[in-house]
């Protein structure tokens, strides 16, 4: 595999369980970041970990409920009305924190208790 920059990956999984997202591969290492937005269901959960470490875990979410990163926070809810692009705090952005991994290390996201109605989860990065 040649080196790549940009969407390393992305997963639009919605239902309960653990959704791994990217996996370095063999013989290389990546520095990455995180972009999401999703739709909870009623009372769901979602957690983001890298390589096994959890980032973050919501409590749980009211239904219709956004879920999103920015490129100051890792994780917010807001209302869809709430998201306008008009600052940073309701633009979804990469989050800004680099994530520095190697080879079989992995980033995934876990939705709990009630399905997701929609997810665009992206890794980016360079590998």
Known sequence: ????IGVLNASAAVAVGTNTVYTVPAGHAAKVQIMFRGVAGSNSTLAVKINGMTIFT???????TVSYST???AHK????ASIVGSAVGTTIAPFAQTY????DDTVS??????DFSSMDFQVIGTQ
């Open 1 to 4: 595999m040649s080196d790549a």
């Open 109 to 114: 996201f876990v939705i709990g208790t009630a």
């Open 71 to 73: 490129s100051t926070v």
């Open 58 to 64: 919501t409590a749980a979410l009211t239904a219709a």
């Open 100 to 103: 520095m991994l190697s080879a």
């Open 77 to 80: 809810n807001d209302a869809a």
